[in-house]
């Protein structure tokens, strides 16, 4: 569908640049404190100091001849989602510049073997950060996904006449309530994005009401992600160091939940002897800290970024490496998925799914309604209200492989039918794609 733009007042226009230009000018305001920010961040982790340069929109990486598409996805699992778009772009004959705003997700970027995809960390969202940044790279065409709304960035595309595209866009009935409280200023910066690919009606509409000009409704893209890769020999060893230990896994945790966790195996530990448990999670610098508090509490760990296999005995297996999800589903025929026992949102459950796994969830999957929503009433996903619950669930999906596979199943179909997304994403980008000229420099 395409929408009609959304008229407003000549009052509302004026008061929405208005509040644009004090955005503009909080950001020029804020920018020689972002050093400040920046080294705070990097102190806990949360930065690359040997990059800092990039989220300043600097970069010793010349801009390579051709074509370039800007694609920005704000963590791992966006970047993963975006993958299958990157290889239809760079079939296309673009090089493509990948930018993230986590270092966990840079880790996992830097592993990429196209030398046609750049990975760079996506600068502060300040009006000189963007300047040099789009200065340098100079896109024929930015796409960002899901709900990355910047308004420095839009503004600074529009005004060098970048076409911009939301794909996989959503937007949620609380995030939009909170823009429509300051209406004049959302419209003026959501009519700047010439298309959004909604991944729902209702996020259509949300985005229409901001005042976006033109929506398609072409899908997730989550749903047309590839299985997670897995190091055969690495998956072997571990299959071989497990035996026939009975095997569940908690992953992304977030902080909060690995003491949860911790306390559902205890709870599980006498009725499944030999009970493993394997932690992955969201963060894995935070592996010293998890590891800690959990010996705390008298179980015993081996560790996954010391090189060691869970050797009997072994009650946690503290997976706090990058890019290895795909091994750690692999072992357990059971997952819960973090951040959902906290009230953060959820995380992506969907390539555990692709991996025929059992699903558990907590109930704080507010983020994530439309991929949980099908699942949930498929029944290839079930949702505990707390560590009780979990430790129940699992329990029970424990001592039957037969419910084990069924669920496992039922979820591996969910995605399936969900597919889609990228043909008709392609197809809404056509017009874009085909109009950059090919010798553009």
């Known amino acids: 569908m395409s929408e009609a733009p959304v008229r407003t007042s000549p009052a509302s226009r004026i008061a929405g640049t208005l509040l644009l230009g004090a955005y503009r000018a909080f950001g020029l305001a804020v920018t020689p404190l972002l050093p400040i920010l920046f080294a705070r961040r990097a102190a806990r982790g949360k930065e690359d100091p040997a990059r800092r340069g990039e989220r300043f929109g600097r970069t010793a990486n010349p801009r390579p001849a ?101 794909a996989s866009a959503s937007m949620s009935e609380r995030t939009a309530r909170g823009w429509s409280r300051m209406l004049p200023m959302a419209r003026a910066v959501f009519s700047r994005i010439p298309l959004c690919l909604a991944q729902t009606a209702g996020d259509a509409a949300r985005l229409h009401h901001l005042g976006v000009p033109a929506i398609e409704i072409c899908g997730n893209l989550k749903f047309d992600g590839t299985t997670l890769p897995v190091n055969e020999d690495a998956l072997a060893a571990m299959r071989t160091s497990l035996a026939e230990r009975p095997v569940w896994l908690a992953a992304s945790t977030h902080e909060g939940e690995e003491l949860l966790v911790a306390r559902v195996h205890q709870t599980l530990a006498a009725d499944f002897p030999g009970l493993l448990t394997i932690v992955v999670p969201r963060h894995p610098e935070r592996g010293d800290a998890i590891a800690a508090s959990l010996a705390a509490r008298g179980l015993t760990l081996s560790r996954r970024s010391r090189g060691e296999l869970p050797v009997p005995g072994c009650d946690i297996y503290l997976g706090d490496t990058i890019g290895e999800m795909g091994l750690f589903h692999r072992l357990a025929p059971v997952a819960f998925i973090g951040k959902s026992l906290v009230p953060e949102g959820g995380q992506n459950p969907l390539e555990a799914a692709r991996l025929e796994t059992a699903i558990l969830t907590g109930p704080h999957v507010f983020n994530l309604q439309d991929i949980y929503r099908p699942l949930i009433a498929a ?45 008709a994403s392609l197809n809404a980008l056509a017009p874009l794609l085909d109009a950059i000229p090919e010798a553009r420099k």
């Open 379 to 423: 029944q290839g996903a079930e949702v505990v209200e707390d560590a009780d619950a979990l430790a129940r669930a699992l329990a029970r999906l424990l001592s039957d492989p037969d419910l084990v596979r069924q669920r496992a199943a039922t979820a591996a179909s969910v995605v399936a039918a969900g597919s889609g997304a990228l043909a």
């Open 66 to 166: 051709g074509r370039l598409a800007w694609l920005h996805a704000a963590s791992v699992g966006e970047m993963n989602a975006a993958q299958p778009l990157v290889r239809a772009l760079r079939a296309k004959g673009f090089t493509v510049l990948l930018t993230t705003g986590t270092v966990t997700s840079a880790r996992i970027a830097g592993g990429e073997s196209d030398q046609g995809v750049i990975h760079q960390f996506v600068p502060y969202d300040t009006p000189p950060n963007f300047a040099r940044f789009l200065r340098h790279w100079r896109p024929d065409l930015a796409i960002t996904l899901e709900s990355e709304i910047w308004p420095a960035m839009i503004a600074a595309l529009a005004a060098r006449r970048i076409p911009l595209v939301v």
